[in-house]
């Protein structure tokens, strides 16, 4: 038993505050319904859930320590010093409350106003459909100096509550192991759990997480006083800040707890992060409108009082203002009301007055305070403005060209079918590549927009500058839903959408270009699942009259090996897609009842917007290290 520190505090977290209010039936038989999905997210949400349970007691003042492990079988520890899980019996059943939390959905402290004021997670359902979805899973409680377990497999107990024995520690340890019948791969990420452990880390100052991956001895610990100031400043750390210190501002309006830190730096881009109760709120929603209303107020009131936006000068907008913008923004309340059961927008309509109000009364005092960063701010958003007024001149142009006889761009080789959802289209990398992919495609579905050279890369472009390279304005023609504010998914020509460029190092590159690209300024694509990456075949392998592709060194060695005489293998090693016939290219690439393809997929926000501003922002030293750190990741090295 790992050896946490005890808090001292018991509360009245008994029995009576856990609510139950319906049974467990459905989650192994569509587990898709609470976790997302049975691939890598699902997975990974199991720990997420589990956590949040630990976080709900941090949140309550009651735990400062959380341990995360993962154990060499893929099982996954989550331990906190917290107040324990109440083991007496439950008046729904007269079983101990801890087995009624773990077995029946909607039982937690997170129902009524018992147990805890706000809570994160799946509103209770969470550690039940861990248990649910788990081969085995040991709860083991620590409380009143009394440590008690309990083993569960597939979310039914096989035993009971076991009697006490002394502890010399208190919290609650989940110990389990996914089950390899429901999920496709069990095999944690430990870059995917760091960022989620350290955005909890960020947003509870004072609160300790340590999480160590016994794969590969590999541990981290995250633990900032600073909070909401410290996550700004890491955000930015490999950006020019244009003024020292981010602001911060904090205070509570009708009960709800609102906290936020900003600062601009002088890149393009908006990198914006909102929360409710610790839930990444990506689509955003009322917190996020009521920031943006005071933002734009506040900024233009202090513009005019310091002289700095002269009279004649119309007032800046909220679009203005985006450009360069790092913004972290936390709201804690006791009913939130979210989208969609993956929680990603907050729909609360009292918390846009609420975080309006703190917003503006706080800039407002931190300007008076700093009247000195209100020109920076001003001069860079006057300059966003006249850049978002070329760029909207270039979209017109974009628009009209669109809309006229010439609506399709010259290189584009378009499918016969209209169909959008039964149609595909492929950026190619280079003229050869695209001449094969145009001879060997199937012509009633599949489109070819081949590229000529690498595209701008937009991490270090202003929008008017982007929409002013030919290769973008040929995509974003070819794709025909707009871009931006104006993006509409309804217009998208195609479904999907397949990068498919060289298996080499200047092919990764245009790949990753292009990802930028999307990313930016049409996510959707990414969100909504249309994008791919194509996985040509990197050999040829021939023995007599029989011809197998192999996409990785390890299916050649296997090839090469099984051969009754390996010396009369031939291996053919394609260093481009224009080394394929078209024939070939069908085969491996094109045709959708042999070829492999990887679907672009959002899981985490924070860890992506991370990723592009290493691999292709202006500061060298981080990807240098990025690259040094991960190289034991590189699966094919074109040397």
Not at 18 to 34: H, Q, T
Not at 371 to 394: D, G, L, S
Not at 535 to 547: N, S
């Amino acid at each position: 038993m790992a050896e946490i520190e005890s808090e001292k505090h018991i509360s009245d977290y008994g029995a009576e505050s856990i609510k139950v209010l319906e049974g467990l039936e459905a989650v192994r038989k569509r587990p898709g319904m609470y976790i997302g999905d049975t691939g890598e997210r699902g997975l990974h949400h199991l720990v997420y859930e589990v956590v949040d349970n630990s976080v709900d007691e941090a949140m309550a003042g009651y735990c400062n320590k959380i341990q995360v492990i993962i154990h060499q079988d893929e099982s996954i520890t989550v331990q906190d010093n917290g107040r324990g899980i109440p083991t007496d019996p439950h008046p729904y059943n007269g079983r101990p409350t801890s087995e009624v939390v773990l077995t029946v959905l909607h039982a937690g402290g997170k129902f009524g106003n018992g147990a805890y004021k706000v809570s994160g997670g799946l509103h209770g359902v969470g550690v039940s459909v861990v248990n649910a979805l788990s081969e085995w899973l040991i709860v083991t409680i620590a409380r009143d100096g009394i440590e008690r377990s309990q083993r569960f497999e597939r979310g039914i107990p096989v035993t009971d509550l076991s009697e006490g024995v002394s502890a010399d520690w208190q919290g609650t340890r989940i110990d389990y192991l996914p089950d390899a019948e429901i999920f496709e791969d069990v095999h944690h990420s430990l870059d995917t759990l760091k960022s989620r452990l350290m955005e909890l880390a960020f947003l509870n100052p004072g609160l300790r997480i340590s999480v160590l991956d016994e794969r590969t001895n590999e541990s981290r610990e995250y633990f900032f006083k600073g909070g909401i100031s410290a996550f700004v400043k890491y955000i930015d750390r490999d950006r020019t800040a244009l003024f020292d210190n981010p602001i911060v501002l904090s205070g509570t309006r009708d009960n709800i707890t609102i906290d936020v830190g900003l600062q601009y730096n002088d890149g393009y881009n908006e990198h914006m992060y909102t929360y409710a109760n610790l839930i990444h709120t990506i689509e955003g929603g009322t917190h996020l409108v009521g920031l943006r209303t005071a933002l734009t107020r506040a900024i233009n009131e202090a513009a005019r009082n310091n002289k700095v936006l002269r009279d004649k000068e119309d007032n800046l907008s909220g679009d203005d203002l985006k450009e360069g913008l790092t913004c972290v923004l936390s709201v804690r309340l006791s009913e939130p009301q979210f989208e969609g059961q993956t929680k990603t927008k907050l729909g609360n309509s009292e918390v846009r007055g609420a975080v309006d109000s703190v917003v503006y009364e706080g800039l407002l005092s931190v300007f008076e305070d700093r009247p000195e960063i209100v020109k920076p701010i001003v001069e860079k958003a006057i300059r966003a403005r006249r850049a978002r007024e070329a760029a909207k001149k270039a979209r017109e142009l974009v628009r009209k060209s669109a809309m006229s006889g010439m609506s399709l761009p010259g290189k584009l080789a378009d499918c016969s079918s209209k169909q959008a959802e039964n149609t595909e289209l492929y950026i190619v990398e280079g003229d050869s590549a695209g001449g094969s992919a145009k001879q060997g495609r199937n012509r009633t579905f599949q489109a070819i927009l081949p590229l000529r050279g690498k595209i701008l890369n937009v991490e270090k472009a202003q929008m008017d500058k982007m929409l002013a390279n030919r290769e973008i304005q040929t995509i974003i023609t070819a794709l025909g839903c707009g871009i931006g504010d104006e993006f509409d998914a309804t217009k998208l020509r195609y479904h999907k959408i397949i990068i498919m460029t060289d298996a080499d190092v200047d092919g990764a590159h245009i790949s990753t270009l292009l990802l930028t690209f999307f990313y930016r300024h049409m996510p959707e694509l990414l969100s909504q699942g249309y994008l791919y990456l194509a996985q040509p075949p990197l050999y040829r392998v021939q023995y007599g009259k029989e011809v197998n592709y192999c996409y990785t060194d390890k299916e050649l060695r296997k090839h090469v090996d099984s051969a009754p005489d390996p010396s009369k293998v031939s291996v053919q090693r394609y260093k481009g897609l224009g080394e394929m016939n078209p024939e070939q290219l069908w085969e491996t690439t094109m045709d959708p009842a042999n070829r492999i393809l990887k679907q672009v997929e959002l899981d985490d926000n924070f860890l992506a917007d991370e990723y592009f501003d290493i691999l292709m922002g202006d500061k060298v030293e981080p990807r240098r290290q990025f690259i040094i750190s991960n190289a034991h990741e590189v699966k094919n090295l074109d040397v």
